[in-house]
């Protein structure tokens, strides 16, 4: 079975997320631009007073590549909170089975 993961993130990280993808040989996902939402890092609405827009990505992994990607992903995660002083970063990984029907 397969496991689909879902990035959330601030679009700002799109460029860096994508190279750590690739770099953990996944070359197939689904990027959505310009989500919104309210989180715990605030809202990111894309208006004056709430700059910013999050993306999404969708990735459906097969088993031999699930434990490496998810694993690189933690390591990004904890490289950007490194860095944010302690600060919460607007960055979630969400998994579920997956089964491929058509």
Do not use: W
Request: glycine residues 6%; charged residues 15%.
């Amino acid at each position: 079975m397969m496991t689909a993961l879902m990035i959330v993130f601030r679009s700002s990280m799109s460029e860096d997320l994508q190279v750590v993808l690739h770099e953990s040989g996944i070359a197939a996902y689904t990027l959505i631009n310009n989500a919104e939402g309210k989180g715990i890092t605030g809202n990111v609405i894309g208006s004056f007073f709430y700059p910013g827009t999050n993306s999404v990505i969708f990735a459906m992994l097969p088993p031999d590549q699930v434990e490496r990607t998810i694993n690189a992903l933690k390591a990004f995660h904890a490289s950007r909170l490194q860095n944010s002083q302690g600060r919460p970063i607007p960055f979630k990984l969400f998994s579920f089975p997956c089964t491929e029907l058509i």
